[in-house]
């Protein structure tokens, strides 16, 4: 990408700034999805462990 000179008042390149977002951005998304895909597998874990506790409390208390 070639740069411009296209400066604000401060002196720094107004496509720094640009380039940043969209760095952050990019970022931003992959950690929601890291996070979302986490939490689906713990939920999944969760079920499961309940699933089987539940069984095993039921031998216990005579339910099935």
């Given at each position: 990408?070639?740069?411009?000179?296209?400066?604000?008042?401060?002196?720094?390149?107004?496509?720094?700034?640009?380039e940043k977002k969209q760095k952050q951005q990019r970022q931003?998304?992959?950690w929601t999805v890291y996070h979302t895909v986490?939490?689906?597998?713990?939920?999944?874990i969760i079920l499961i462990e309940g699933v089987e506790l539940f069984d095993y409390c039921s031998y216990w208390w005579g339910y099935n």
């Open positions: 990408m070639t740069k411009c000179n296209n400066k604000c008042m401060c002196g720094r390149n107004i496509h720094d700034k640009d931003t998304v992959l986490l939490a689906v597998e713990l939920a999944i």
